[in-house]
């Protein structure tokens, strides 16, 4: 059974042949459940989005049940898959916010938005123009402080662009910045270790 089948089975849809304009009450649905809306307005596009606690998947009418069974499982996951990540940024924003006020509560700069993203080379980055930190997703499993260590780094970065002495003073305020940094170094050299060597041409 794949993902998809087994997300079938395991949610409850119900189907209703309605118009787009009857939609703000969906009868008979209690939160959490999934609703499947066949429209007669809708050709081919495929809508999905919450109301009321539940994920509503809007379909074309015409669209086969095996056509169904198929695209609302996915569209489902997109839904959850969205929320997951803005739940994601909004947790590593409130790190941020919690790690200035407690260790820089002289800096009044906050980032804009947090998110996670796939970096090889480095640990996080920060933009300071546009108020935009960046972490690596390597990090989604890190220890608690190790990912605070870089959320601290990368936020102090909104002040000062360069790692000089004004950086490195706030940076010493983190408590468990050696252990932290330690961690860091060891993931790095365990990387380096699994390359594949350079073979000669």
């Not at 997109?78 to 803005?86: F, N, V």
Request: glycine content about 4%; proline content about 5%; some cysteine.
């Amino acid at each position: 059974m794949n993902k998809s089948d087994d997300l079938a089975v395991h949610i409850r849809v119900e189907s209703a042949l309605i118009e787009e304009q009857n939609q703000d009450e969906l009868p008979g649905i209690t939160e959490g459940e999934i609703i499947v809306i066949r429209s007669a307005r809708r050709k081919r596009n495929i809508a999905a989005y919450r109301q009321g606690g539940r994920i509503v998947v809007s379909i074309p009418a015409r669209l086969s049940k095996s056509d169904e069974r198929s695209v609302v499982p996915e569209m489902v996951a997109k839904i959850r898959a969205q929320e997951a990540r803005s739940s994601d940024q909004s947790v590593l924003a409130g790190r941020i916010e919690d790690l200035l006020a407690n260790l820089a509560p002289e800096m009044t700069e906050r980032p804009i938005s947090v998110n996670w993203r796939k970096m090889q080379e480095r640990w996080g980055s920060c933009t300071s123009v546009d108020g935009t930190v960046r972490i690596s997703d390597r990090l989604q499993r890190a220890p608690k402080h190790v990912l605070d260590f870089v959320l601290f780094h990368e936020a102090i970065h909104l002040r000062y662009g360069d790692h000089g002495r004004q950086f490195q003073a706030l940076l010493a305020r983190f408590p468990e910045r050696e252990r932290a940094q330690a961690y860091l170094d060891g993931y790095e050299a365990a990387e380096d270790a699994l390359l594949p060597p350079n073979l000669p041409n």
